[in-house]
């Protein structure tokens, strides 16, 4: 498998970049809000997916870790291929996508080109927990600003072997109170919480 492509962008296409690799041309598919990232003439490093079928080999790229793991995710879903995959990309942030998959918004999900009422559903059925980090991510907690001593108690917490969703939770709870304390205080009342 090829993990990323390093190289010079030589041409810009519909969906698609073409990079100069030590004189070998890779086309690889991306999303408009990847291609139009990209500056012409300059040396970028895309991650990339390869996808092998009977008649072709396409390499899609990706500028970011996140990006990436959308796309794996929504092609794990059964009638989404990597296209259609990188088409919705090209209609929604990957931020976005997942928070709205996290919500259950639906409405939102229909909004993008490509995908339909049915799509839409599917999504939200099949991978709400796998998107649950990166919608959490990307919307703010009630009770304030998130970053800190929050994020890290709540690593704290997954590292001790509770679901990311418990953890968020327990954070949550203590929200508002987490000025002046340090991480193993929050960490302690965290734990009562958790046990009950």
Same mark, same amino acid.
């Given at each position: 498998?090829?993990?990323? /492509?390093e ?9 698609? /970049?073409?990079?100069d ?11 408009a ?10 040396r970028?490093?895309?991650?990339s997916y ?32 990597p ?11 990957p ?59 709540e ?42």
């Amino acid at each position: 498998m090829i993990a990323h /492509v390093e190289g010079m962008v030589v041409e810009k296409r519909e969906g698609a /970049v073409v990079l100069d690799v030590n004189g070998v041309g890779y086309l690889l598919h991306v999303s408009a809000t990847c291609l139009a990232a990209l500056p012409p003439g300059e040396r970028v490093r895309l991650r990339s997916y390869m996808h092998v079928r009977e008649d072709a080999l396409d390499l899609f790229g990706f500028a970011t870790e996140e990006e990436e793991a959308v796309f794996r995710a929504l092609i794990g879903v059964k009638g989404v291929g990597p296209r259609a995959a990188q088409n919705i990309l090209s209609g929604i942030e990957p931020r976005d996508l997942a928070a709205a998959v996290a919500t259950g918004d639906v409405a939102r999900l229909t909004k993008v080109p490509g995908i339909g009422k049915k799509t839409a559903e599917r999504l939200v059925l099949e991978l709400k927990d796998k998107l649950l980090a990166l919608a959490r991510a990307a919307s703010p907690r009630r009770g304030g600003p998130r970053g800190g001593v929050s994020d890290q108690l709540e690593q704290a917490l997954v590292g001790l072997g509770y679901k990311p969703q418990q953890a968020a939770q327990a954070v949550e709870s203590l929200a508002g109170s987490t000025d002046g304390r340090t991480l193993e205080e929050l960490l302690r009342d965290a734990l009562k919480r958790l046990r009950g």
